[in-house]
C-alpha cells in the first residue's frame, strides 16, 4: 500500500520519511531506502506527480558549467590565477581565458588580477574530480571595483534575482546600488549612500530569511519603502 | 518505583532543548543542550584542505574538533588543548557523522567540524553528536539522516537512561553512549565503560532506541523552527 | 587594497560607515548575560551586535609566588576558537589571542588594582587564591578585543569563592560561598582604530580589514589610563593619540555603566 506521509509544501528534515510503498519515486533532494523514501537535506516538498522532491531552504555550492559566480583571486601564478569561488576546490582562471590582450611572457600577472581582487567570472568545465575552470572573456565579466560582499546560502539565489530579474532589480531601483549576483551566493554591492546600502543589503537577507514565503516580492517591496519611510 | 537523586525515573531523560543558527558566521551551527550539558557546533565548508597531501581525491574529508571550555566541568579547570580523551571523542563523532554524509562531491576538500562543551554534566559526545548532526543540516549538506544520542547506564542491575555525572562516578556502573540514524534506527556510535550481560546490551539498545526518537522529535522542531523566524 | 577597504575608505572620507553609525558609536545592542556556565565559579556572555564572546573563572588554592608571598594572582587564557570564524586556524592560541591575553586582559585589570591580591591570601608564603581566567570568541563581526576585555571582568563580577577547606586542603567545587571577588575598579578596554585621518571604535569585520592602526586603551572610572596597546601597521602621531584617549575615556565611562 502507497502511503504518502508529508503534503505538498511541507517543510523536512534529513531523514523524514516522505513516503511509504513503491508509487512514488525519489527525485532531487530525496532517496529511497527500502520501502521508505526519506529526505536527504532540510527543504520543502514538492509533488509532481509520482515524483517527491525537495526544493532546499539551504545548500552548499557545487559550481556547474555556466554558472556566473563571484570568485576572490587567492593566488598569482605565472599563466593563470586560482580563485576561491567559495567551493572545496580553488577554481582555475588561465591567462588565455582572462583576456585577449597581447600579453609579453613573463608579465606580471598581478597587473591584471591581483591577490584579494574580486572578479565575477563564468565557470566554463568541471571535471569528474571537480576540478573547475573559469573565464573572464565574455559580457559583465570582469573585476570588480569598490564595494562591499556578503554572503547568501546559495540555493536562495534564484528568489534574490527573481523571475527574469525582477526581484533584483526592484532592489537595485529603489536603493539605487549596484547589484551583482553570483550563483556562488557571493553578492557585490555599490551604493550611492550609506543608508541605501544598507537597505539594499538588509533586504537580500530577508529575501534569504523568508525566501518560501508567499508574497514575497509584495513583502520585499513593503520593507524597501517601509524603512524608506522611516528616514526623514 | 525507584527514583534518582533529580527525581527522574530510571527510563527518563532530562530536559532537551536544541537551536540551530546560533553561530552566524559558521555555514552551519547548532546548540544542543540536555539537563545541565550543553554543545555549541559550528560547521565550515566545504572548503579547501592544505597542505595538499592531506587531501582524498576521490571525496571530501570530515575533520571533527571536540573540546571542553576549561571552565566546563565540575571539578578542577580543565587544562586547554587536545587531550587523549578529547581526541578519541574527536574520532567517534567523526566515524558516525561520516556515515550519514555524502561527501564525493567535494574531492580533496574538507568539512570541519568544531563542537565546544560550555557547560558539561556527563553526556557530552552525545549532546556533542546531537549538535553536530543538526549543525551540518543546518549548513545544507546532503544527509541521509540526523543522528540522536544519549548515553545509558547500568548501576547495579537496573538500565539507566541519561546518566549524571553523580552517576557516572558510582563505583562498578557500565556506562554506555549510543547514537542512532533515527529513521532506520540503525546505530553510528556504540561505547562501552564497564560490565556487561548480553541482555542488558540488548535491553539498553532497546531503550536507547526509543528515547533517541524521542531526542529526533526535538532535533527536528529545532531545524523547521530555524524556517520560520 | 581590497575593494571592501577602499569602499569602506571612502564612506569614512564623508564621516560615514556602513550600518550607519557615527564614528563614535558602539553597536546598539551590547548585551552581557551572567552565570552561562553553571560549574564554572563565574562566568558571562558578553554580545557587541552579532560578536559574541564567553568568560568564565575557576579558582584554584595553590602556593604563592616567592616574591609576593601574601598575594593571589589571575591567569588569563584568551582563545580565538576557529568556531567562531571561518579564518581562525585550530591549535594553541596565536599571537592574536596571546596579545588579547596579557595586553587587554591582564594588563587592564593588573595595573588599575582592580583586584586586592592580598585579599587572596589564604595563608601567608602556604596558601592563596589563583582566579583562572577563560575568555572564548563564539562569533567573531568584529571588535572581539572590546568584547573580550568586557567578558572577563563580567566573568570576575559574577564570581563567588567555592568552599575551601583549609584542613584537608582541599576546595569543594560543588559548593559555593556567597564571597564575591571584589573589584576595585571596573578597568574597561576601548579599541580606537584609525583609518586614513578618522577614528572609529567598534569597528565592523570591514573595518577591522580597512585599519591603519589601533589603539587599545584601558581607562577606570577616573579617567586614568591604565593599559595600552597599539596594533596595526602604520604609525600614530601624539595628535592622534591624544584624540584616541579622549575617545576611549568617554567610551569607557559609557560602557562601565552596563556593567554596573
Redesign the interface.
Known sequence: MADLIVKDKE?V?????LAKGMEYLPAN?T?R?GN?I?A???GMVTLSGRLIKLI?????Y?PKVNDVVIGRIIDVGVNNWLV?IG????AGLSLRDATSQYIVRGADLSNYYKFDDYIIAKVTKVTK??LIDLTTKGRGLRKLDEGIIIKV?P?KVPRIIGKGGSMISMIKEKTNCKIMVGQNGVIWLCGQEPEKEKLAIDAIYFIE?NA?VEGLTDMVKDFLEGKKGEKK | MKKRKDNRRLDEMRKIEAKVGV??????SAMFRIG?T?A???V??????HPKYLQD?ER?ILRV?YNM?????????IR??PSRRSREVSMVIEKALTS?LDLK??????V?V?I?I????SGTRCAGICAASLAI??????????ISAVALGRIDNDIYVDVTKDEEDIEGMADVPVAY????GKIVLLQCDGFLKKEQLKEILKIGKKVCLEIYKV??KA??EG?K? | MSIISKHIRNLLKEGKRLDGRGLEDYRKDIKIEYG??????G?ARVRIG?T?V?A???M?VGEPYPDVPNKGSITV?V?L??????EFE?G?PGIEAIELARAVVDRGIRESDALDFKSLCIKKGEKVWFL?I?V?S????GNLSDAIGLAALAALKDARFPKYDSKEGK?D??KKTDKKVVLKELPIPVTVLKIDDKFIVDPSLFEEKAMDARLTITTIEDGRICALQKGGEKPLTEDDIDKMVDIAIKKGKELRKLLK
Not at chain 1, 528534515?13 to 520519511?17: A, E, I, K
Not at chain 2, 565550515?44 to 584542505?49: A, D, E, I, N, V
Not at chain 2, 571550555?69 to 579547570?77: H, L, N, P, V
Not at chain 2, 540514524?181 to 532506520?184: A, K
Open positions: 517543510v528534515v534529513p531523514g523524514q520519511v533532494g532517496y531506502e521508505e526519506k536527504l537535506q532540510i532546499p531552504l539551504k545548500g552548499v557545487i576561491d567551493f572545496s576546490n580553488l574530480d571537480k546560502t540555493v530569511k518560501h | 553561530i552566524k558566521r559558521a555555514n552551519g545541565d550543553i555549541v557546533v559550528a565550515y565548508g566545504p572548503r579547501s584542505l581525491p571530501g574538533y571550555m576549561a571552565f566546563s566541568g565540575s571539578g578542577e579547570r586547554p588543548g550519514v562531491e567535494f574531492p580533496g576538500g574538507v570541519d568544531f565546544e560550555i557547560q558539561s554534566d543540516a543546518d549548513a545544507g549538506f546532503k544527509m541521509k539522516d540526523l540514524l533515527p529513521s532506520s532535533q527536528q531545524l523547521k524556517y523566524k | 552561562v556556565s553553571k560549574n564554572a565559579e562566568s552579532n559574541e564567553v568564565g573563572v575557576k584554584d587564557n582563545e576558537l576557529p568556531l567562531s570564524n571561518p585550530s594553541p583562572l577563560d572564548y563564539f562569533n567573531d563581526d576546595i567545587y560543588k
